[in-house]
């Protein structure tokens, strides 16, 4: 009986989906390609970068002089600009308050202006100091001169970055989705071909100066577009205007709680650059492969579940909520776990097949496997946490979160600084998805309270077959591995061939236990897929 109310809760939210469906689909596809090509193509710049100048301090300098206007992009100009501005926008739109829009828009136009103007003066001017100190956490091995050049380069990139965030907020209001999209691959791309250009001449510094380019040119072919707005420039900040002054005020907790694996990815980065040269590159470039599934298939879970949620919480639909997070939690497990499996057992592979070559050695293969197995630890962990977030946001709560990730950044200085005892710089990753694990235990704790029962002994059930049909597939990409890894290693060729060979029966190895245990899951997917057919016939 249980089951037949369960399917039936299936039923229903699929209703709700379809319903929806027309409105988002298209623009969740584009999304979906375009994470895809910029996942892809910044694994490409991590293969150039690793393939002319190795892991080493050098590649480390980059990485740090990157990252830094990076972060401030990321925390401001995403993070501030998805959850604070967009909503405050595109209500203006609906209620068709085109003056005040105008004001709205110029006044967070030029106090950014100002702001990451004064934000690239300050990494300019101060790039010794900066270098001085990440030279002193690495032992004084870090070249302290290519550093300060490529952070200066790139200072400004800060700026370009962050008009460009806000440009793509804008764009996306109006349901604009591919150029903004699209704007990531054309950065990643540009600092490619300025390597291959000037890599001779200029070394590492040549990924500096496609940086910057890139930079510009990721926000350049985004202006065309904003003639869709119908805006009117002008050199006005208005203070006392109440939409400016409910930024400021979301400004603090949005930061911090959507900012926080930023935060604690400055963290271990600091811990990687103590440990020796290339550690802060290795982490990264593993980072970047664990992204690579993450980022692509849990962001589609969330751009299509995400308006579902808003609008039942809107409407205080507390049982659609659950059913919507219940499947939420159950798609990204059913997505992920296979996902963490299959990373654990072909992590020296993968990697081997993806970076070694010319400076890139057989060592630094092996300490990169190492890192991408604790690192895919967190996967299913960082996927839950884009949804149950997104569930407190859902019902404007962003004190909760807040609270949640100042903790998660005190544990991770703790953990980060236990497990690298034991395991090197691979501990930072194992503690990154260790604090990921902790934070989605508190919210759920936090969330059931609220709300209520979450549905955990269909979660449970779900789980249980996942990983039943996960460890068979495992099992058959181990042995037929172990079998072919010693025809695998005699070329380049074979090895990309027995192992997309292998993920994709794999795959199919997965996909045909979970039909067979009769999950709603890929019930859900197939069906959802006919559908989508008979529409377009």
């Known amino acids: 009986m249980q089951d037949t109310d369960e399917i039936s809760k299936i039923g229903e939210f699929k209703q709700d989906f379809l319903a929806s469906r027309k409105k988002i689909f298209g623009a969740t596809v584009i999304v979906i390609v375009a994470i895809l090509l910029s996942k892809v193509s910044g694994l490409v710049r991590d293969q150039v970068m690793a393939s002319f100048f190795g892991i080493s301090y050098d590649t480390d300098a980059y990485t740090w002089a990157f990252f830094i206007p990076n972060l401030f992009k990321i925390l401001f100009a995403e993070s501030l600009i998805t959850a604070a501005f967009i909503p405050i926008y595109t209500k203006f739109l609906k209620d068709q308050q085109k003056e005040k829009i105008q004001v709205f828009v110029n006044s967070i136009l030029n106090i950014m202006l100002i702001f990451f103007l004064f934000i690239a003066i300050i990494l300019f001017v101060f790039s010794k100091q900066i270098g001085?100190?990440?030279?002193?956490?690495?032992?004084?091995?870090?070249?302290?001169?290519?550093?300060?050049?490529?952070?200066r380069i790139?200072?400004?990139s800060v700026f370009f970055l962050s008009l460009s965030g806000l440009t793509a907020g804008i764009l996306n209001s109006h349901n604009i989705f591919a150029v903004s999209a699209f704007a990531p691959f054309v950065l990643n791309a540009?600092?490619?071909?300025?390597?291959?250009?000037?890599?001779?001449?200029?070394?590492?510094?040549s990924m500096a100066i496609g940086t910057i380019v890139g930079s510009f040119a990721q926000l350049l072919i985004q202006l065309p577009q904003l003639k869709v707005a119908k805006l009117k420039y002008n050199f006005n900040i208005s203070f006392s205007d109440r939409s400016v002054k409910e930024i400021f005020s979301l400004m603090l907790p949005i930061l911090l709680s959507l900012g926080a694996v930023q935060l604690n990815n400055s963290i271990d980065k600091f811990f990687a650059l103590s440990l020796g040269a290339g550690n802060t590159t290795a982490l990264d470039i593993s980072w970047r492969v664990t992204n690579l599934p993450l980022g692509v298939f849990s962001v589609a879970v969330i751009t299509v579940l995400y308006p579902i949620i808003s609008r039942q919480a809107n409407s205080n639909d507390l049982k659609g909520i659950k059913e919507s997070f219940s499947l939420g939690v159950r798609e990204i497990g059913y997505i992920m776990v296979p996902a963490v499996t299959g990373l654990i057992i072909l992590s020296y592979p993968i990697i081997k097949l993806l970076f070694e070559r010319n400076n890139f050695t057989e060592g630094d293969t092996l300490k990169i496997s190492n890192i991408l197995i604790y690192h895919s630890l967190g996967l299913v962990f960082f996927g839950l946490l884009m949804i149950i977030n997104r569930v407190y946001y859902a019902f404007k709560n962003v004190k909760?979160?807040?609270?949640?990730?100042l903790f998660s950044i005190i544990s991770n200085i703790f953990f980060d600084w236990l497990l690298i005892k034991f395991l090197g710089v691979s501990g930072v990753a194992l503690s990154t998805s260790f604090v990921a694990l902790i934070n989605i235990v508190i919210l759920i704790i936090i969330?059931?309270?609220?709300?209520?029962?979450?549905?955990?002994?269909r979660i449970i059930k779900s789980y249980l077959k996942i990983i039943a049909s996960s460890i068979i597939m495992g099992l058959f990409i181990y042995f037929s591995w172990?079998?072919?890894q010693k025809y695998a290693y005699l070329s380049f060729l074979n090895l990309a061939i027995i192992i997309f060979t292998l993920i994709i029966i794999g795959a199919g190895i997965y996909i045909l236990f979970t039909y067979l245990f009769k999950m709603d899951e890929i019930k859900f997917v197939f069906n959802l897929?006919?559908?989508?057919?008979k529409n377009r016939l």
Do not use: C, W
């Open 154 to 156: 790139m200072s400004f």
């Open 190 to 205: 540009l600092t490619v071909v300025f390597v291959f250009l000037l890599n001779k001449k200029f070394g590492i510094t």
């Open 529 to 533: 897929a006919g559908k989508k057919t």
């Open 482 to 484: 172990h079998y072919l």
């Open 447 to 457: 969330l059931r309270k609220k709300i209520g029962f979450l549905g955990g002994k």
């Open 400 to 405: 909760t979160p807040l609270k949640v990730a």
């Open 132 to 151: 001085l100190l990440l030279s002193h956490i690495a032992n004084n091995q870090l070249d302290i001169e290519k550093f300060i050049l490529m952070n």
